[in-house]
């Protein structure tokens, strides 16, 4: 049996998290270091693994891999470029 790890884009969660975040441009009324601890949060509850990196060092095969060494149910996807 294959172990599927699940994935979602930093994009996309931060919509989850705050609804309306792109729509109602929330990322103009919110400090990072807020959004920061939402998102470990979400990580923590949900076992998932934040892979944040710049784009020359961004590899989503090293993502799932981490993901699944580290036990996580997912992976949340950052390219910080």
Request: glycine share 4%.
């Amino acid at each position: 049996m294959k172990n599927e790890i699940n994935n979602i884009s930093i994009c996309e969660l931060m919509d989850i998290i705050f609804p309306g975040y792109w729509d109602k441009q929330l990322f103009n009324q919110m400090s990072y270091d807020d959004e920061c601890k939402a998102v470990g949060e979400w990580c923590r509850v949900n076992n998932y693994v934040l892979y944040e990196k710049c784009n020359e060092d961004y590899f989503e095969w090293e993502a799932f891999q981490l993901a699944t060494t580290g036990r996580y149910d997912g992976v949340v996807l950052s390219n910080l470029s």
